[in-house]
């Protein structure tokens, strides 16, 4: 009965490929995000999403790209894989205007 | 530019101690400030948030306390327990406008027995 849901929990690739990290949350809220934890910590916010707006950090590459399949997913796309995308990536759901829940995260390690 | 500064960086502190984490921003517009609970290898996971309407709010050994004018709010945790221990994490948002989390820097709590 998780209610935020990543998978993979870690994902190793190398330079240069395309991959995807899949969010599903069965809380029924209708807003989605993503956020990156770098090495030292440091959590960002990269993008927001409910059935009407995508919201998107100006900070991100535009090699990173969500989708949503549905309202209960957000899918994280990361074409040509750089070493600096090497983090813990969360995703979090919300109803809106309530708090935020986070999944477990994502360990994505670029070699 | 860090919107959302927190200090200190790491806390010892012992059982039954009242550890104090602090954090200021720039923002004015922002309208939301949860803190955030985080053990290894999990989530972030809410402990507590107030808007910026009340000074001070309190959920079981957590309270926020929360300046307007000086841009600045607060963590205590009222007789820490060594189960404490983890990264903390203060936050702000537009709360009504997409709700994008702010996140400040982290501090690592210990507490011993």
Request: aromatic share 12%.
């Amino acid at each position: 009965d998780t209610a935020v849901s990543q998978t993979p929990k870690y994902l190793v690739t190398q330079m240069g490929n395309d991959k995807s990290i899949k969010c599903e949350q069965n809380l029924g809220h209708d807003t989605m995000y993503w956020y990156k934890q770098d090495s030292k910590k440091f959590l960002k916010i990269m993008f927001s999403y409910n059935n009407k707006e995508l919201i998107i950090n100006e900070t991100v590459p535009n090699r990173f790209s969500p989708k949503s399949p549905d309202k209960a997913h957000l899918n994280l796309h990361i074409n040509s894989l750089e070493l600096g995308d090497s983090a813990v990536y969360f995703c979090a759901s919300s109803q809106v205007f309530q708090e935020q829940y986070f999944g477990p995260g994502t360990r994505l390690t670029v070699t | 530019q860090q919107q959302v500064k927190q200090s200190p960086q790491s806390l010892i502190v012992q059982k039954g101690g009242i550890p104090i984490i602090n954090c200021a921003y720039e923002n004015t517009a922002f309208d939301y400030f949860p803190w955030y609970q985080q053990f290894p290898g999990k989530g972030p996971a809410l402990l507590i948030a107030i808007r910026p309407d009340v000074s001070e709010k309190k959920e079981g050994r957590f309270t926020i306390s929360f300046n307007k004018s000086a841009k600045q709010f607060s963590l205590h945790i009222m007789d820490s327990q060594p189960g404490d221990s983890a990264t903390y994490f203060c936050a702000a948002s537009l709360f009504n406008a997409g709700n994008m989390l702010t996140f400040g820097g982290g501090t690592r709590l210990m507490v011993k027995p």
